[in-house]
């Protein structure tokens, strides 16, 4: 990219900043809280309180009032809470918390007046096992999202990250001048009066989640904020003022910014088309036992599915894939009616029950026998439950693979098979990402893997992950599309709201590959079967 328009673009990434400012219209602290551990009494705290005591588990518990002036308008509810957590509204929602899901929807269309019970199980813990320091009431507000607004930074957010990462590539000018044509639409019509510019302004430097950012690995912190100013927090927050509404002259401008983005897109995509493809599947890697008691891995489980059930009443075309038969079963005993639901999206097809096994087992040190058990009760329980069996082995992040272990693949009915660990090896590069693996007694399966210069299996949809995906892919020689995990992981809950908007705006998207929602297993049904061999083991 030339020096004018890294410039060009330097200047957008700012007013796309100022858009942020502006992500709601209106707020309501939830003030009053009472804090309980186990049976013990309750506590009162208030928003901005630190715990008084630290458990795993501890309740919180508030009641939020809907003013009377919001008849009529869309009401979220945004949290953080101190840590992980489970939330339930009396509204009969149910979700998780954590840095990437911490809104919840409270109405459509409010009555104004009406009264909402928010109960929240949380523990002072992050992504990773990672711990929480000094957790408190950071977080608490209804409000009232500029619906126009947020889908305007979206939109301009995904062009100018898709400018950022084409480089030359001869669209980015054209991809610039949309932008500038939107910014310059809606310039006459943004607020400019001090009192409302400093206020904004000065929520910006806010941290919505306190401590809880500093328990995130550094590729994912920045990705949890609105607003990002990591390193500009201001020494002190003076007064501001309460967030007003966009005028109306501003919201039609936002309207029009919009409608010009996409007719400008439209016409570049036809000079500069989606190149390659990719097969998008929702996911969250949870590992069974690792940084964590394993009552605490039961715990992630029942938010990473309350979260993404939640995100499948909202986006229709949202797929998703979860493995291991030990995470559904302590679903189905914990949480019931969470598993009832789990259940009408499985036969549904969106979503996905992988792996065929008990859990995503060691493929290197166990005997075939144990490996074999992994199968029979994995497949055993999945067939009981939901009336099918997998035919992909789903094993993104075990660390190398036994020769025998394509036989007995094929033993359980699994002709497929996934990793994206072989690529780890700092000494070899392993060949292939799309080949038969064939293994001592001549079996074979089709393998499939993926090499995301982002957060690998964890992948977001962005143009980085996208792109990375799409230039890594080998196999592009013999088809025309790799699969694509996204969702944070291990405590991160999955796919995010953010992921699921940014998969509109980037799936049918000048000179990226095109993007479809996809079962995992239907992806592999229409790899080809002219690809290359690896006989033996697959070592990492």
């Not at 990219?1 to 330097?10: A, C, K, P, V």
């Not at 602290?29 to 630190?50: I, K, M, N, S, T």
């Not at 549904?348 to 008990?358: P, T």
């Amino acid at each position: 990219m030339n020096t004018r328009d890294r410039h060009r673009l330097e200047r957008h990434a700012r007013r796309i900043e100022e858009l942020r400012l502006w992500r709601n219209a209106r707020e309501r602290a939830v003030e009053e809280w009472d804090f309980a551990v186990g049976d013990g009494e309750a506590r009162p705290l208030r928003l901005g309180d630190y715990w008084p005591e630290i458990e795993t588990p501890v309740w919180l518990t508030a009641e939020a009032e809907v003013p009377e002036g919001w008849a009529g308008l869309t009401v979220e509810l945004e949290l953080w809470l101190g840590g992980e957590g489970f939330v339930r509204l009396s509204t009969g929602l149910v979700g998780g918390l954590n840095p990437f899901h911490r809104s919840y929807p409270v109405a459509r269309e409010a009555q104004g007046g009406e009264r909402i019970g928010i109960e929240a199980e949380v523990v002072s813990k992050g992504m990773f096992g990672s711990h929480v320091a000094e957790p408190r009431l950071t977080r608490a507000a209804l409000v009232v999202p500029e619906v126009e607004v947020r889908a305007l930074e979206r939109d301009v957010s995904m062009v100018a990250e898709a400018c950022d990462h084409l480089g030359d590539h001869d669209a980015v000018p054209h991809l610039l001048d949309a932008l500038d044509e939107a910014f310059a639409s809606l310039a006459p019509y943004w607020p400019s009066g001090s009192d409302t510019v400093v206020s904004r302004y000065l929520r910006g430097y806010e941290n919505p989640i306190g401590n809880g950012l500093y328990s995130l690995p550094s590729f994912a912190a920045s990705k949890a904020l609105d607003v990002n100013r990591l390193g500009r927090e201001l020494w002190s927050m003076p007064e501001v003022s309460p967030p007003e509404p966009l005028p109306g002259a501003a919201r039609s401008a936002v309207e029009k910014a919009r409608r010009i983005v996409a007719s400008r897109l439209e016409g570049i995509k036809e000079e500069y088309p989606p190149v390659g493809g990719l097969a998008l599947t929702g996911h969250a890697h949870i590992d069974l036992a690792w940084l964590w008691p394993v009552a605490e891995t039961r715990r992630k489980g029942r938010r990473t599915f309350a979260s993404v059930l939640g995100l499948m009443d909202r986006y229709e075309d949202f797929t998703y894939n979860q493995s291991s038969a030990q995470l559904y079963a302590w679903i189905e005993e914990d949480d019931p009616a969470l598993f009832e639901r789990v259940r009408e999206r499985v036969a549904e097809g969106r979503w996905e029950a992988v792996g065929g096994m008990w859990c995503e087992p060691d493929c290197q040190v166990t005997g075939g026998e144990s490996f074999a058990r992994q199968l029979l009760q994995g497949q055993r329980y999945f067939e009981s439950r939901f009336g099918r069996r997998s035919t992909v082995a789903w094993l993104p992040d075990v660390f190398g693979f036994s020769p025998g272990i394509p036989q007995l693949l094929l033993g359980a009915g699994i002709s497929g098979f996934f990793t994206a660990k072989l690529k780890w090896s700092e000494t070899n590069r392993f060949p292939y990402d799309l080949f038969w693996w064939e293994g001592i007694d001549g079996s074979r399966v089709t393998a499939h893997m993926l090499h995301n210069p982002g957060a690998d299996y964890n992948g977001d949809i962005v143009p980085f992950d996208l792109l990375g995906v799409w230039k890594n892919f080998g196999g592009k020689r013999s088809h025309q599309e790799s699969i694509f995990a996204f969702g944070w992981g291990d405590g991160g809950g999955g796919p995010s709201e953010k992921m699921l908007e940014n998969f509109d705006r980037l799936k049918d998207f000048p000179a990226l590959p095109r993007l479809r929602m996809a079962r995992v297993d239907e992806h592999f049904e229409r790899l080809p079967g002219a690809i290359p061999k690896w006989v033996g083991e697959l070592y990492l």
